[in-house]
């Protein structure tokens, strides 16, 4: 750097035409001393500006000296701003250079600093060029890069705005869900700046300023509703003979969505009845991402036109985002069609999948998400179809008669029915209130996965089947088709807001529907429910886990039905060994009907039986020769145990060898390591399994 001479750092030599100062840092100490003084623009014809001090300038970035060129720069415009600087704008509209930049003018902006880096270079001028990684804004339809530059604009005034609106939510006017985005609205509207709300489009609405020709546009303008009440006031003011032409730019999109809760309700007409029914509404469901852009806009302008909050509750979900979560976008290639994840899922599905989602948190949406809600929707259509199936024809008088008689709004009723149904209705009637609450706390996730674990976990997987001993073995299907009915209908209620097609469709498909779902009334709360029931099933449901676990383990045919000694206390027996629980017990558990035995001791088999423990003072002993063919057994674990030694031996040799453990990646050591602890504890239930046949096989022949 030359004595005379501040050398600058700039990725756009063509906006030096538009500079107005140069900057330094206060404590630079190595132009201190130009601080004060004027430095001349090149290629200006000698155009003088200031060198001002500003903390603003890193003085460790480039040169540390910044030109200002608050025409186009935003940051510069700033700094104008503040320090009173004047501001010039270099380009045309269409970007090219204008007057200001002298011989340059009606260059395109690329071919103007093209040219102006030859003349600096020319000229002496120019130190060197540089290669320097910047993000470059482009427009989002062409790709253009895009020129800030100061224009004329209309603007709102907003601090007066976001004070009413803040008001509101301090008040309680106003509640947001998640409570956490409160602080975020907050954020926004306490740092609010004026709004600009001009745009240059071709489409949108025409901002209603209509402007006097042959007058200054800056000074005399007219606004009003409509071009004919803008010629009567024009006319009023300038007289008969006056012309005027409406502003051609069109208000921001956001602008016009913010009118959107009132301006649709015949607004301004507030007598309107739609207007008087609907505004205020209760609640705004929208995305977190545009909790400033809308939903605050919303209520500024709300306040502002109509005196009152346009909704009392906003609910801002997720963003969906790709299985990885990324946001979705064209040039990732990652967007999911919903018109097509439709045609391959369905709607039910897909909606279900959504509305799991947490409130306020992304959510990724993956084929596997989509293919287990595909799964639940069959899953639903199918029980639907057994519950169908299972109902007497519309037709048979008598036996719908006998179904309407059972009544499930009372204790004693519910005391009534056998354990499993007593079981079932009290679980939902526990369901309906959790998820009565959850609507009223908008926690729809909860909701969803509520319902899901209720109908899959317990109806479907549970009570379907122990209906069947009541519908295809013993008496009482009377009470086995209520109950289905009952919880079916009502577990259709509850999905309803998730899955209107398919519940809908089940609905109108059960006999005696007077209404359709989608206006049928809201499930009853605070029904009665038996915990003590509940407890009691869920030790059947212990049981049976245990015996098909059992079964699973020592591979038993699954037609094959077992022998079983069950083993409790007096109180545990005297509902579990009732015949209709019996019987329910057999059918979950495939266990013979005949050979299933309740004591309060161990039978004298029990060494030669499989003994499982299902819970506290309730037992179970399987005989083993009932599962399996002991000595083929044995024969088969045996083999199984040689290749089982065979791979431990292989995974410790390569453990023991010092070679293998000091060079191969710590990660492969890790993996041999756990495959071995594995394997040896595989060896050692295996060896254990072996010692229990064959003592029960020397037991057997003693």
């Known amino acids: ?65 910044l030109k200002i060129s608050p025409g186009h720069d935003h940051n510069d415009y700033l700094l104008a701003r503040k320090l009173g600087l004047p501001i010039l704008n270099v380009m045309n509209k269409d970007g090219t250079l204008n007057e200001v930049a002298g011989l340059y003018c ?25 290669s320097h990684t910047l993000r470059v804004p482009r427009s989002q339809r062409g790709g ?10 209309w603007f709102v005034t907003m601090e007066p705005l976001a004070e009413k609106a803040l008001q509101a939510v301090e008040r309680g006017e106003l509640t947001i869900m998640p409570e956490r985005f409160e602080k975020i609205y907050n954020h926004w509207l306490s740092n609010i700046k004026d709004w600009c709300i001009s745009r240059q489009l071709w489409w949108g609405h025409r901002i209603p300023v209509w402007f006097i020709v042959g007058k200054d546009c800056e000074e005399e303008y007219i606004v009003a509703r409509n071009a004919s009440e803008a010629l009567e006031k024009a006319q009023a003011k300038y007289g008969k003979d006056v012309e005027i032409y409406q502003e051609p730019d069109v208000l921001d999109t956001w602008f016009s969505s913010a009118l959107w809760p009132f301006s649709t309700l015949g607004w301004p007409d507030v007598s309107s009845q ?19 852009f ?40 990652n967007v999911i069609d919903p018109i097509d994840t439709i045609k391959e899922f369905g709607t039910d599905a897909l909606r279900f999948t959504l509305a799991l989602g947490t409130a306020g948190q992304d959510l990724n949406l993956s084929t596997e ?50 354990l499993p149904e007593c079981w079932v209705v009290s679980k939902l009637h526990c369901l309906i209130d959790m998820v009565t609450t959850s609507y009223d706390k908008y926690f729809f996730g909860d909701v969803g996965r509520e319902t899901y674990d209720f109908f899959w976990g317990d109806f479907a997987d ?76 869920e030790n059947l449901q212990s049981l049976t886990r245990a015996i098909r676990n059992a079964r699973a383990e020592y591979s038993v045919e699954p037609a094959k039905r077992i022998s079983a000694s069950v083993v409790a206390g007096n109180e545990v027996l005297q509902y579990i060994s009732r015949y209709k629980e019996k019987e329910v017990l057999a059918l979950l558990s495939r266990l013979d009907l005949q050979n299933i035995h309740f004591t309060d001791s161990p039978p004298g088999d029990a060494n030669q039986s499989v003994h499982l423990v299902a819970g506290e003072g309730l037992e179970a002993y399987l005989p083993l020769s009932d599962m399996v063919d002991v000595s083929a057994e044995v024969e088969r674990l045996s083999k199984r145990l040689s290749k089982m030694q065979e791979e431990f031996d292989r995974l ?13 990646p710590e990660e492969v050591v890790n993996g041999v390591r756990e495959k071995a602890a594995e394997a040896e504890e595989k060896i050692i239930l295996t060896k254990n399994r072996l010692v229990f046949l064959k003592s029960t096989a020397l037991a057997s022949t003693s």
Do not use: C
């Open 369 to 418: 998400r989509l293919t287990s809600n595909k799964a639940f929707t069959n899953k639903l259509w199918n029980a639907g179809k057994f519950v169908l199936q299972n109902l007497p024809r519309e037709s048979d008088i008598s036996a719908w008669e006998t179904i309407m008689t059972f009544k499930f709004d009372k204790e004693e009723a519910l005391l009534r029915l056998p």
């Open 274 to 292: 739609d207007f008087k029914q609907f505004y205020p509404t209760t609640v705004l469901e929208t995305g977190h991402d545009i909790l400033f």
């Open 106 to 130: 009606g260059l395109d902006r690329f071919e103007a600093r093209k040219k102006l880096w030859s003349d600096l270079e020319e000229t002496g001028l120019a130190v060197r060029k540089e």
């Open 462 to 537: 549970w009570y379907i089947e122990a209906s069947k001993a009541r519908l295809y073995h013993s008496g009482g299907h009377s009470v086995a088709q209520a109950v289905l009915l009952y919880v079916f209908e009502n577990i259709l209620k509850m999905l309803h807001p998730f899955m209107p097609f398919v519940t809908e469709a089940l609905w109108q498909a059960l006999p005696n529907r007077k209404e359709a779902l989608i206006v049928s009334s809201w499930p009853q709360t605070s029904l009665p429910m038996h915990a003590s029931s509940i407890k009691k099933f």
């Open 652 to 664: 410790a040799a390569r453990l023991s060898s010092p070679k293998f453990v000091e060079k191969a």
């Open 294 to 333: 809308w939903v605050a806009r919303m209520v500024m302008m709300g306040i502002e036109f109509t005196g009152t909050v346009p909704f009392s509750y906003v609910y801002l979900h997720g963003l969906i985002r790709d299985s990885e979560g990324r946001k979705m976008s064209k040039t990732l290639g």
């Open 144 to 153: 253009e890069i895009i020129e800030p530059i100061v224009s004329k604009q």
């Open 1 to 65: 750097m030359g004595s005379d001479y501040l050398t600058i750092a700039t990725t756009r030599p063509e906006t030096l035409f538009g500079d107005t100062a140069i900057a330094v840092h206060p404590q630079d100490d190595r132009y201190s001393k130009y601080i004060g003084k004027m430095a001349i623009v090149p290629m200006t014809f000698g155009r003088h500006v200031p060198i001002i001090s500003d903390r603003y300038v890193d003085k460790d970035f480039g040169t540390g000296v």
